[in-house]
Nanobody, 125 residues
Framework: QVQLVESGGGLVQAGGSLRLSCAASGRTFSTYTMGWFRQAPGKEREFVAAISRMTTSTYYADSVKGRFTISRDNAKNTVYLQMNSLKPEDTAVYYC??????????????????WGQGTQVTVSS
């Protein structure tokens, strides 16, 4: 079992920044591919960003590219999502997820094995 706990969400004005953190349990965090997803009210969960096990590769949704940065600290069992130039359309519950399959860095939410409880991000206009 892998437990994931997100933090760092909140209310911010458009153009502002937030940094989300996701702390993971387990001694093999460095072997997990990690992803961030979000879900707005009435919408499907969507991919935001993902990072490979050894931080060699990162991937972003087109809607956040250039504004968000995913990173990880394997020594701290933590993955981060730095969000800059936030827009009202970024408002959603943000979830981190862990993929234990060593093959690839997926964008599909059904490829991920474990999920956090989510943290609310609200961007006011």
């Amino acid at each position: 079992q892998v437990q994931l706990v997100e933090s760092g969400g909140g209310l911010v004005q458009a153009g502002g920044s937030l940094r989300l953190s996701c702390a993971a349990s387990g001694r093999t965090f460095s072997t997990y591919t990690m992803g961030w997803f979000r879900q707005a009210p009435g919408k499907e969960r969507e991919f935001v960003a993902a990072i490979s096990r050894m931080t060699t590769s990162t991937y972003y949704a087109d809607s956040v590219k250039g504004r968000f940065t995913i990173s990880r600290d394997n020594a701290k069992n933590t993955v981060y999502l730095q969000m800059n130039s936030l827009k009202p359309e970024d408002t959603a519950v943000y979830y981190c997820a862990a993929d234990l399959d060593p093959r690839g860095v997926p964008r599909d939410f059904d490829r991920y094995d474990f999920w956090g409880q989510g943290t609310q991000v609200t961007v006011s206009s």
